[in-house]
């Protein structure tokens, strides 16, 4: 994706918030009174972020013992049988021209040939027209 297409809502380095700011001191006070007291009480009812988070981690199962490599039952495809084409493919003859109608292949710009059938074309590309 190349990033002169994507607009202006897609942010690289994640989602995060910047610093709030508040319209003025008494608000500020009381958001980090908030805060505070929301904290205690989550540590009074023993729901701490980082001891949920290893909680949760020790309850999943282990990843080792889940996955195994074999196909489940009833998606085998063995009683399909294999299309049998009756041959093998080959190359196809490299394309020559072989008339008399080009006179030759002149180059306007870089890599652009351009087969050239008349004189007039000829000094057309000498001069840069089309």
């Given at each position: 994706m190349t990033?002169?297409?994507v607009g202006p809502y897609l942010s690289l380095n994640g989602k995060k918030?910047?610093?709030?700011?508040f319209r003025n001191a008494?608000?500020?006070?009381?958001?980090?009174?908030?805060?505070a007291s929301w904290k205690e009480l989550l540590k009074r009812q023993g729901v701490e972020k980082e001891e949920r988070?290893?909680?949760?981690a020790l309850k999943a199962p282990p990843l080792a013992g889940n996955?195994?490599?074999?196909?489940?039952e009833g998606r085998s495809t063995r009683h399909i049988p294999?299309?049998?084409t009756g041959g093998n493919a080959t190359l196809a003859p490299a394309k020559v021209y072989t008339g008399d109608e080009m006179i030759g292949i002149g180059q306007l710009h870089k890599s652009n040939?351009?087969?050239?059938?008349?004189?007039?074309?000829a000094e057309d590309l000498a001069k840069m027209r089309r």
């Open positions: 990033m002169h297409l918030k910047g610093k709030t700011k008494d608000q500020a006070r009381q958001a980090r009174e908030l805060d988070r290893r909680y949760n996955y195994s490599l074999t196909i489940p294999s299309r049998d040939a351009i087969p050239i059938f008349k004189k007039s074309d």
